[in-house]
């Protein structure tokens, strides 16, 4: 149980284009996902917690108007990076909080997407 | 959240026990230690996480101090592809939307 999925699981675009991440979560709901954000060799970076139904919150340093996330159901929140530049490049992962009243079956914490390869040229 | 400290980097021996510590002097009452760990391109897989008993499943177990400063995940048999990076992370359980933190941890080397 417990699991997330992503999409593409990598991708490769040209400098100023858009790309589209999505995140679902497979056999729960989940109310609220987060996105993180991994430079090589570096450990994962916050960059926003997506609430169904609402506006996200970005962390500090994140450019909301550049990372578009929009959470439009319980199963699925997508990530859009806009005008992407090779600075972009890195690897992005979604993870989504298991309910509470799924901890029969699984502990209360968060689950991962694959994550998702972004190469900007 | 409290802060944690692991080592670096730790190299195993496959087959043999995977012992990967982890401080956490500033713990608090009601925080909980997580394990979590990330193979190679992968996005972070939930191990195992404890209050101040000793738990364990069929991943791992979690041996956390009686004063509860430090803790130690092990992995009784490891094999090559428990190579990773193994994250101590102390957090509230239950703590609504407050995402996961992530330090450096500990990349683990399980040798042939």
């Known amino acids: 149980g417990a699991v997330v999925s992503q999409h593409p699981s990598w991708v490769i675009c040209k400098s100023g284009t858009s790309v589209k991440i999505e995140c679902r979560s497979l056999d729960f709901q989940a109310t609220t996902m987060f996105w993180y954000r991994q430079f090589p060799k570096q450990s994962l970076m916050l960059m926003a917690t997506s609430n169904e139904g609402s506006k996200a919150t970005y962390e500090q340093g994140v450019e909301k108007d550049k990372f578009l996330i929009n959470h439009a159901s319980l199963t699925l929140s997508t990530l859009t990076v806009t005008s992407a530049h090779p600075e972009d490049s890195s690897f992005y992962i979604c993870?989504?909080?298991?309910?509470?009243?799924?901890?029969?079956?699984?502990?209360?914490?968060?689950?991962f997407g694959p994550g998702t390869r972004l190469t900007v040229l | 959240d409290a802060k944690t400290t692991q080592p670096p980097s730790m190299d195993c021996a496959e087959g043999r026990a995977a012992n990967l510590p982890c401080n956490h002097s500033?713990?608090?009452?009601?925080?909980?230690v997580y394990w979590y760990r990330q193979i190679h391109s992968q996005g972070p897989q939930y191990i195992i996480h404890?209050?101040?008993n000793n738990e364990t499943n069929e991943m791992a177990s979690l041996i956390i101090t009686e004063d509860r400063k430090s803790s130690t995940l092990i992995l009784p048999h490891a094999t090559l592809r428990d190579t990773a990076v193994y994250y101590c992370i102390v957090r509230v359980e239950y703590s609504g939307n407050t995402p996961l933190v992530f330090g450096k941890g500990t990349r683990l080397s399980v040798i042939a």
């Open positions: 993870s989504a909080r298991s309910p509470r009243l799924a901890g029969i079956w699984a502990p209360d914490t968060q689950y």
């Open positions: 404890g209050l101040k």
């Open positions: 500033t713990i608090s009452g009601n925080e909980y």
